[in-house]
């Protein structure tokens, strides 16, 4: 995404060695302390947690902004929707 270099991410989740369900969970957590429009940034390692993570956005108003996958680690940025999930 373009304009992801000047995204600021308001807090980082290293969730790295968990499994699902964790890395949601964990996720669900952070965004309900943070504001609408606020980031999160997470690394995870489970490889099911491409598939959570999607699902989760698709299925709230919580914003994928960004996936990436590099040597065995996602990260995800995700953009806290208006309402609470």
Not at 50 to 64: A, Y
Not at 73 to 79: D, K, N, Q, S, V
């Amino acid at each position: 995404m373009s304009g992801e270099a000047q995204l600021t991410v308001q807090q980082e989740l290293d969730l790295r060695g968990l499994n699902c369900p964790l890395p949601i969970l964990r996720t669900k957590q952070a965004l309900r302390e943070l504001t609408p429009g606020d980031c999160v940034r997470v690394v995870a390692t489970d490889p099911h947690s491409v598939i959570d993570f999607t699902g989760f956005c698709d299925t709230t108003e919580h914003e994928l902004i960004a996936h990436e996958q590099a040597e065995g680690e996602f990260t995800f940025t995700i953009r806290k929707g208006p309402h609470p999930a």
